[in-house]
């Protein structure tokens, strides 16, 4: 099994126990720190292939926190968090990390942490909250992510589309063809 059907795999089992709920996924970063975009690039790619109404997309910045009164209203029963982070793997590597995982890991730049983000949001919705962290090559400032990270923001898109298809989103917008690429 390589890593791409791997982290593939471990987002389809991952979601299997929010079929047929509410899901939200934040893309987290900042447009001008290079890959640190990597998080709205999902989004947007998201959005692009997913129809749903019980699939919220939010594109929340360098800024989630602004993002929780949305969030709450929507009320999901997960929550994903996707965000460039420094956990040492090589660029583009992805890296699943529960709500317990997080606490005291400063992968991600961003304040609050994600750790107080992700329990703030579980103790006002009870959702299940995950991180999609991916390895960052460059985020000094600048536009553009680098070759790895683009790609890495293509498989977490794409096998996220495929799980949510399978366990939570009742339309798809159709093929990947034509799709943004990043």
Known sequence: MTVIDRFAYDVSHGLK???????????????LRRDDSVGLAVIDRLATLIDDPSI???KCH??????????????????????????????GEVRIFELSELEGLKVTTHRPSLAVLGEYLQSETSAGIFLIGIQPADREF??????AVRRAAI??????????????????????DGCPRF
């Open 62 to 91: 360098e800024v989630p926190k602004n993002f929780t009164g949305r969030v709450k209203r929507f009320n999901p029963a997960c929550v994903i968090l996707i965000d460039a982070a420094d956990f040492g793997g090589a660029p």
């Open 155 to 176: 498989t977490v898109a794409d096998a996220l589309r495929t799980a949510l298809n399978r366990f939570g989103a009742k339309k798809d917008r159709g093929s990947l």
């Open 142 to 147: 600048g536009e553009g992510m680098s070759p």
């Open 17 to 31: 126990r929010f079929a047929g709920t509410k899901i939200a996924l934040l893309g987290i970063g900042n447009e």
């Open 56 to 58: 919220s997309l939010v």
